[in-house]
């Protein structure tokens, strides 16, 4: 990373507040200036979007978005206006739904989503979701894990991103692509293979993504074919391990009847109707 680079990201650390418990959170005026949003009309746009996708990946948006009002000078009165104290995933958020024409957005989506995985479930509370939360929650999992881990792998030299993701299936699956799962599950032309796996099989892959993004970060060199074998190593020591403690193997795994975009659909149906 440049030097010119690691200055524009601590802008974000710049703005960072802390409360006195230790909590992290952000000003949404604050985050609206350094994203270049000039009016609060467009940016609280954003933010509604960003409210909607934080409701339907079953978190509380009282919990990321709590609404802090501010009085400021207008003239000689003061006035009331609407602010917002963000935590980190709620940021995460938020640039993934800004326009990318802003320069800043694009450093802001790498910025806030290194550290999305601070709000994972605790073990207890994964438990109590239902077969169906599960796998919306790990299926975020491997969006968010996936958008990290293809910005480190295109750091380290990669181009052919087929043959990159190829390479971690082929480790976890016994030598199959993912066209061969895809055939297998019996999916239609470019349907999402990870659409289509239970929370089990899903789990399997965000160790295998979170695992080769943390020994990637470790290559010095920028070798694509470096990349794509330790993908490939991962893939197969997670195979390895899950035969070791007697589990079934991913490819045995049953496909859900449902895919995670007609979960998505039938909730958002819901929530239209109440």
Known sequence: ??????????????????????????????????????????FSGVIEKAQIACSNSNNSINRHFGVNPKIVKAGVTNKTIIDYKLSRYACYLIVQNANPKYEAVALGQTYFAVQTRKMELTEIEFNRLSEDEKRLYRRRQ?????HILYGVAKDKGVKDFDRFTNAGYRGLYNGETADDIAKRKGLRYREDILDNMGSAELGANVFRITQTEELLKRQKEKDESMASDTHYIVGKTIREAIKKLGGTM?????????????????????LIDN
């Open 1 to 42: 990373m440049s030097n010119e680079l690691e200055f524009r990201e601590k802008v974000f650390d710049e703005i960072r507040h802390v409360d006195e418990f230790g909590n992290e959170y952000w000003y949404a005026r604050e985050l609206q200036m350094v994203l270049g949003y000039k009016e609060w009309r467009l």
């Open 142 to 146: 491997t969006k968010d894990g996936n």
């Open 250 to 270: 991913p490819e045995d795994l049953p496909t859900p009847g449902k895919s995670v975009k007609e979960i998505e659909k039938e909730k958002n149906e819901k």
